[in-house]
């Protein structure tokens, strides 16, 4: 990396004042060896994003920044959930840095992988994603539900990067076409690989929270899930088609065996009449409610109104720039 590249690391922080001073240590020593060995410019930060802390947590940032030239801060008004956070961070980033990185507070992401991610965007990769090489140090509970949770993912049609959380490097250029991104529902780790450009990942150790507790619970999680699913995938919405296909097909199977059976003069009076009914009226239902889906999921993906292109490179521009 050319020694004026500025790097902005964008730290999102919720009632985090127990982790935060350690935190600022460790990355303070982080940045100076960077910067001292000229892989980032000294106009690096990292910068802080107060996401409606309960805590002490702004006032340890304001002092932070006053005290250290390597720090700052943005404080939202209120609390808005880590994906939120980070986004702000990013946005505001972007316009400063040549190259950012996002990772959380709690010191959980192995700052040491900074630097491999440094070396992969000096190969020309736009997006660097850390994936944890192994969950040891995860609870049972935490390693098997986020587990379960990327395979879900991947059989719901999302396409993630498998353990990869929020710890990511991301361009200039990168950001700036995110910013595109207009959605509200937000699912970082699914949008990201949207945009597109090359990319790589670095793996790293996860390590133990290093102090206070995790701010996602079991409840935050299932929603964090279920938004991932419903922001992404519309496949939720052809299982009902596929359903709704075969229930016809099984009704209008149905309603020949009931026709048969009365024929042959097996029925009782009125029963046919009532089973052909049930059967016909589900699977039509089913069926309809199927195609209304599918509409109901175009108008979906209208509304999100996600980029239909992004272009990385277009040689007229740069000849006339030469
Ligand atoms: N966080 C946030 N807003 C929230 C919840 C969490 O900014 O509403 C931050 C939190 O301070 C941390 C990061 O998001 O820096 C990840 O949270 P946490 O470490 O508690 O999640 P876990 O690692 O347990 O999944
Ligand atoms: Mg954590």
């Excluded at 507790?213 to 052809?238: C, E, H, Q, V």
């Excluded at 199977?253 to 009914?277: D, E, P, Q, R």
Aim: charge should be positive; charged fraction near 25%.
């Amino acid at each position: 990396m050319r020694k004026d590249n500025i790097l902005y690391v964008v730290v999102p922080c919720y009632n985090e004042e127990e982790v935060l001073k350690e935190t600022t240590k460790r990355l303070k020593v982080k940045l100076e060896e960077l910067v001292a060995c000229k892989k980032i410019s000294s106009k690096s930060k990292v910068m802080y994003v107060n996401d409606g802390s309960r805590d002490r947590t702004w006032e340890l940032i304001e002092e932070i920044s006053k005290e250290e030239e390597f720090f700052t801060g943005i404080c939202l008004s209120r609390n808005r959930g880590h994906q939120n956070a980070l986004l702000a961070g990013l946005m505001i980033a972007k316009s400063k840095a040549d190259v950012v990185i996002s990772m959380d507070a709690d010191l959980q992401d192995d700052i040491n992988a900074i630097d491999c991610m440094l070396d992969k965007y000096n190969d020309g990769c736009d997006i660097v994603y850390g994936v944890r090489s192994s969950r040891k140090k995860d609870s049972w509970f935490k390693k098997t539900t986020a587990q379960g949770f990327y395979k879900f993912m991947r059989i719901m049609g999302v396409d993630i990067v498998y353990n990869h959380a929020d710890y990511r490097l991301t361009s200039k250029r990168v950001l700036e076409n995110f910013a595109d991104f207009k959605e509200v529902n937000l699912f970082l780790r699914g949008m990201f690989p949207l945009v597109g450009y090359r990319s790589d990942v670095v793996y790293y150790e996860r390590n133990e929270r290093f102090a206070g507790t995790s701010k996602y619970p079991l409840k935050k999680m299932l929603n964090f899930a279920w938004d991932g699913i419903t922001s992404f995938s519309i496949k939720p919405i052809r299982f009902v088609l596929t359903f709704g296909i075969l229930l016809f097909v099984i009704s209008v199977i149905m309603t020949i065996y009931c026709i048969i059976v009365k024929l042959l003069g097996h029925a009782v009076a009125g029963w046919t009449f009532l089973a052909c009914s049930i059967w016909m009226l589900s699977g039509i239902q089913m069926l309809s409610l199927g195609i209304i889906g599918e509409y109901v999921g175009k108008v979906y993906s209208e509304t999100k109104a996600r980029p239909r292109y992004i272009i990385s490179r277009n040689l007229e521009e740069e000849n006339s720039r030469k």
